[in-house]
């Protein structure tokens, strides 16, 4: 039972665009205390270029994060989310992967330039990179072939038997200490094994989640499935691999109950993703379908992108919570 007199302590666990939908709807409830713990193992585009050249964590899921949790639209979370995109040596890179960066080498840890940035964007709650070690995904696929790297793996044909990560790291202490107070615990939305089963995979979390058994456990599933990660999953599919990686049952599952306007499911078709079937009879846990359907724009390339409309997911995950 949640005592209604407190504020929620509420642990969001995933990686970029997923989870700060969730954060932009959760961000506006003063009586939720938020901590958002972030992958480490994106590879791609300028976050992927920043970790191999300075050796550092990639710094894009957390600044996504970051502006989603940033209190107003100031210029400062505009500057954090400029892009650049004419022709050189800054074509793809953004501002706020920059800062990061600069702020790792200046303060002397990734851990430390994240919480400055936080004071910089004066954001609502707190965003934990799971770990501040580099580390990388290896997943194991059904014809036999071993895949290194997020990237990598994103762009296999075949599917993922199982995942697990280069070698063994700990996650920060202080996000284990998020997990132990939790009152929710939240994962997803975002990408099943590069974005959510990644953390579950940084030792402790897991551990921590299933020792916290008074925490509400939540499940969000992505509205699409995705090229190289989920072709073929279903719903129950998605709540079974975030079950086998976690080693304890979820409380409620959210899903998506919206169809996509014709033509953008069509184009997500052409590029191998189907909207997620929902087999709900199949899973043993309570699960919310509703309409949470928002199509956005993409500034990186123009095109309408399913996304989860924050503000609807908001209110439902605090009903849920609030129990």
């Not at 970051?66 to 100031?74: G, N, Q, R, V, Y």
């Not at 919480?115 to 059904?142: C, F, N, Q, W, Y």
């Not at 992505?222 to 304890?248: F, R, W």
């Given at each position: 039972m949640v005592d209604k007199t407190k504020a929620l302590s509420v642990v969001a666990i995933g990686g970029g665009t997923g989870l700060s939908s969730l954060l932009r709807g959760l961000k506006f409830f003063d009586d939720i205390d938020i901590h958002a713990i972030v992958t480490i193992t994106d590879e791609g585009g300028s976050s992927g270029k920043i970790r191999e050249e300075l050796q550092i964590p990639p710094p894009g899921d957390v600044r996504n994060n970051l502006i989603a949790l940033a209190k107003d639209e100031t210029l400062f979370s505009k500057l954090f989310n400029f892009r650049f995109q004419t022709n050189g040596t800054l074509r793809g890179h953004n501002v706020g992967n920059i800062i990061?960066?600069?702020l790792t080498k200046i303060l002397g840890g990734f851990s430390e330039a994240v919480k400055?940035?936080?004071?910089?964007l004066a954001i609502k709650g707190e965003v934990l990179p799971v770990t501040d070690k580099l580390v990388r995904l290896v997943a194991e696929m059904d014809d036999?072939?071993?895949i290194i790297g997020e990237t990598e793996i994103i762009n296999s044909k075949s599917k993922i038997r199982q995942i697990r990560l280069s070698e063994e790291v700990e996650a920060l202490p202080k996000v284990i200490d998020a997990i132990k107070k939790a009152n929710g615990i939240?994962?997803?939305?975002g990408s099943l094994y590069t974005s959510?089963?990644?953390?579950?995979?940084?030792?402790?979390v897991r551990e921590s989640i299933v020792e916290?058994?008074?925490a509400i456990k939540i499940y969000i599933a992505n509205i699409m499935t995705q090229p190289g990660e989920t072709i073929g999953y279903t719903l129950s599919d998605h709540v079974s691999e975030i079950v086998k990686y976690l080693g304890c049952k979820v409380n409620y599952v959210i899903a998506n109950s919206q169809k996509l306007p014709d033509d953008d499911l069509e184009r997500y078709r052409s590029q191998g993703s189907e909207q997620l079937k929902l087999d709900?009879?199949?899973?043993?846990?309570?699960v919310f379908a509703e309409p949470l359907l928002k199509m956005e724009v993409d500034p990186r390339d123009g095109l309408n992108k399913a996304r989860h409309d924050s503000e609807k997911l908001g209110k439902l995950v605090k009903r849920l919570l609030s129990w």
């Amino acid at each position: 039972m949640v005592d209604k007199t407190k504020a929620l302590s509420v642990v969001a666990i995933g990686g970029g665009t997923g989870l700060s939908s969730l954060l932009r709807g959760l961000k506006f409830f003063d009586d939720i205390d938020i901590h958002a713990i972030v992958t480490i193992t994106d590879e791609g585009g300028s976050s992927g270029k920043i970790r191999e050249e300075l050796q550092i964590p990639p710094p894009g899921d957390v600044r996504n994060n970051l502006i989603a949790l940033a209190k107003d639209e100031t210029l400062f979370s505009k500057l954090f989310n400029f892009r650049f995109q004419t022709n050189g040596t800054l074509r793809g890179h953004n501002v706020g992967n920059i800062i990061l960066a600069a702020l790792t080498k200046i303060l002397g840890g990734f851990s430390e330039a994240v919480k400055e940035s936080s004071k910089i964007l004066a954001i609502k709650g707190e965003v934990l990179p799971v770990t501040d070690k580099l580390v990388r995904l290896v997943a194991e696929m059904d014809d036999g072939s071993e895949i290194i790297g997020e990237t990598e793996i994103i762009n296999s044909k075949s599917k993922i038997r199982q995942i697990r990560l280069s070698e063994e790291v700990e996650a920060l202490p202080k996000v284990i200490d998020a997990i132990k107070k939790a009152n929710g615990i939240i994962i997803g939305p975002g990408s099943l094994y590069t974005s959510l089963i990644s953390n579950l995979l940084i030792k402790g979390v897991r551990e921590s989640i299933v020792e916290n058994e008074n925490a509400i456990k939540i499940y969000i599933a992505n509205i699409m499935t995705q090229p190289g990660e989920t072709i073929g999953y279903t719903l129950s599919d998605h709540v079974s691999e975030i079950v086998k990686y976690l080693g304890c049952k979820v409380n409620y599952v959210i899903a998506n109950s919206q169809k996509l306007p014709d033509d953008d499911l069509e184009r997500y078709r052409s590029q191998g993703s189907e909207q997620l079937k929902l087999d709900i009879e199949k899973i043993d846990v309570p699960v919310f379908a509703e309409p949470l359907l928002k199509m956005e724009v993409d500034p990186r390339d123009g095109l309408n992108k399913a996304r989860h409309d924050s503000e609807k997911l908001g209110k439902l995950v605090k009903r849920l919570l609030s129990w």
